[in-house]
């Protein structure tokens, strides 16, 4: 409950399709795109608050004028950083130069970052460190302009390790170790090709050198690029990038797991991983954002002509549920009523443990983000409420008094404010004793709304670790007394690691895993464990698409109540005084809420993409042989 999940990214794509004086003169100002692009990382920064970065590309500049531009930080607030570092530059250029006041041909060329395309981000560091160099985009320059390649990405690419390798054979020394910079060096390679190959063409043709370079701008095939680059990838992605004459893409992976949204009118192109982003900064309604299909890319020429194109053969879909659950923006409408559902999904099963007391019992949510499922379970709760009222009624019919019936009637839910995060509260040491005390201060309760013989039911979005919930929430709780803590995960039981995006690398941080060993333990089933690291072990040198998870045998010999109930005494401990249950959503009331964003590998172990399963015993290898390493 409320531990931190990192997301790996937000990514921020605008493609301005008039000249800088057609925004100046309807919007009041050149810098019309800076503004947007500023407003949708903003408004993205749920999905990455330790480094952001943005970078520019001006279209049709001479030889010798600057015509990328790139910043990125990892300050404590890098998006006001970024766009407070652009704003400098930018004032102090119109300052020393009042000639370019109202002159929007000057300001283009000598303002930097003012720019036709651009592209932003956001990240979270999930995974090592979090310094300035890995923040995107990512930038592969060249002399030749056409390959200049500008990325930036919100993915994780499972077999790196072959790709990196396939890279080397082909004679690459690529400077890092590291997804981004693969993929990079893989599309900068198939693009280098590509431009040698149109500039022969032309030379055959006749042109000389110079007039060769807006030919090749012309005549470039960014999407047959784009095929052979992602040939042999595998993972989630949605991969933004830029060349350096003014082409551009945002390809999203063949099974959808990660999001991409797309807005286009004869002014702008707009990319960006949430819907809700898009439809607030350019105040446009929900049919005109549309979802990048899987497999596809949405690709914008020099020319401004931008088209929809498939790169990949999409797969079986599998959008990640997570990011309905958890991590997109609650505003946008099919996910706000996914999240209600699934609070309402999962009320038969509180009411069954706390035996239809709705008289006795308090409902709360922790944290903000789970606000919507809260309201879900509480509109159910009071649909049972009103049923039971109704039966009540009709069973007294005339025998009822008035003051009866107005006692019937004033029944009601508690729902109650708890719990409140204090947000300026950070656990700067690092030494555990001290830093478990501050933890359990983290969040400051509400008092004297709790009655000893209450029940308290405290929803979340998720339960992943646990940490937070033992060593700060589950104590803060006891101390208001209730005889009964039901907390209640409007998500599923997460049981295995994710490889797509999302900071769960590792098993053994994942309190059900935990748990299910436990159980393993109790019950004398310990062989298990070694003969599913022995399977693992056995798989390591087949190719991906010949490998099974084995890890999904740890939990085969128990029901979800039997982990439930062993994650409660895991996370409760001896010094609780109330009693403490714990529930979880199940699978299928999952995809009866999100029925068009099944990948629900975290959940069930079953991974979208070959690589996944290899990940997972490779995690299980990790846990066994007690490395705390990466799994891809």
């Not at 049709?60 to 400098?88: K, L, W």
């Not at 002399?143 to 919100?154: E, K």
């Not at 499922?373 to 069973?395: H, P, R, W, Y």
């Not at 109330?578 to 299928?588: D, G, K, M, S, Y």
Request: glycine share 6%; net charge neutral.
């Amino acid at each position: 409950m409320s531990d931190a999940i990192k997301h790996e990214c937000g990514i921020a794509h605008v493609r301005l399709l008039k000249p800088l004086d057609f925004y100046k003169e309807k919007y009041g100002t050149a810098f019309y795109g800076i503004n947007k692009m500023y407003l949708i990382m903003e408004k993205q920064h749920n999905r990455g608050q330790d480094g952001a970065g943005f970078a520019s590309i001006k279209l049709d500049m001479n030889p010798g004028e600057r015509y990328i531009s790139r910043v990125r930080s990892v300050a404590q607030q890098p998006i006001q950083d970024v766009f407070e570092q652009i704003n400098e530059r930018i004032n102090t250029v119109l300052v020393n130069n009042p000639e370019c006041a109202n002159n929007t041909a000057l300001q283009k060329r000598m303002v930097p970052y003012l720019g036709e395309v651009m592209l932003g981000h956001v990240r979270y560091g999930t995974f090592g460190k979090n310094s300035v160099e890995s923040v995107h985009p990512f930038l592969r320059q060249n002399n030749w302009m056409h390959r200049n390649l500008i990325l930036a990405g919100n993915f994780n690419m499972t077999n790196v390790r072959q790709l990196f390798k396939n890279l080397v054979e082909i004679g690459q020394h690529p400077k890092e170790y590291t997804d981004t910079i693969t993929i990079m060096e893989r599309i900068g390679h198939f693009l280098d090709d590509a431009v040698s190959k149109v500039y022969k063409k032309l030379k055959k043709e006749g042109y000389t050198k110079m007039e060769c370079s807006p030919l090749i701008a012309e005549r470039l095939n960014l999407k047959k690029i784009l095929k052979k680059s992602s040939k042999n990838w595998d993972g989630g992605y949605a991969m933004a990038g830029m060349l350096g004459h003014g082409d551009s893409f945002v390809l999203r992976d063949p099974a959808g797991i990660r999001p991409a949204y797309y807005y286009m009118d004869d002014e702008v192109v707009v990319v960006a991983s949430e819907r809700p982003v898009i439809q607030t900064v350019f105040n446009v309604d929900y049919h005109s954002v549309h979802e990048l299909p899987p497999g596809h890319a949405i690709i914008t020429k020099k020319s401004g002509e931008t088209t929809i194109n498939k790169i990949l053969e999409p797969t079986e879909r599998k959008a990640c549920s997570f990011e309905r659950i958890y991590f997109s923006r609650g505003s946008d409408a099919e996910i706000y009523k996914e999240r209600k559902l699934l609070g309402k999904l999962i009320v038969p099963e509180v009411l069954k443990h706390i035996n239809n007391d709705i008289k006795n019992t308090v409902f709360s949510f922790i944290p903000n983000t789970a606000e919507t499922s809260f309201f879900g379970m509480v509109e159910s709760v009071e649909a049972f409420l009103n049923k039971t009222k109704t039966d009540e009624i009709l069973e007294g019919r005339r025998s009822l008094s008035a003051e009866k019936v107005t006692q019937i009637l004033s029944q009601h839910t508690r729902i109650e404010k708890i719990a409140i995060k204090d947000v300026k509260l950070r656990t700067f040491i690092t030494e555990d004793s001290s830093r478990d005390d501050l933890v359990a201060h983290v969040y400051d309760i509400t008092y004297g709304v709790v009655k000893k013989e209450d029940n308290l039911v405290i929803i979340d979005d998720s339960i992943v670790r646990g940490t937070t919930l033992k060593k700060s929430i589950l104590k803060m709780l006891d101390r208001l007394s209730p005889k009964k803590i039901v907390v209640v995960s409007s998500a599923p039981q997460i049981r295995y690691p994710d490889c797509y995006g999302i900071d769960m690398a590792n098993l053994e941080g994942l309190v059900a895993f935990r748990a299910a060993l436990a159980l393993l333990k109790d019950q004398k089933q310990d062989q298990l464990i070694d003969d599913v690291y022995a399977k693992c072990k056995a798989q390591e040198h087949l190719s991906d698409n010949e490998v099974k998870n084995f890890v999904k045998e740890i939990y085969s010999s128990f029901s979800a109540e039997q982990i439930s109930s062993k994650i409660a005494d895991l996370l409760s401990g001896d010094e609780i005084n109330a009693e403490v249950v714990i529930i979880f959503q199940t699978i299928e009331n999952l995809h009866k809420a999100c029925p068009d964003n099944l990948g629900d590998w975290y959940f069930t172990g079953n991974y979208p993409t070959d690589g996944g399963n290899r990940v997972v015993n490779q995690a299980f290898i990790n846990f066994y042989e007690g490395k705390n390493e990466r799994a891809y």
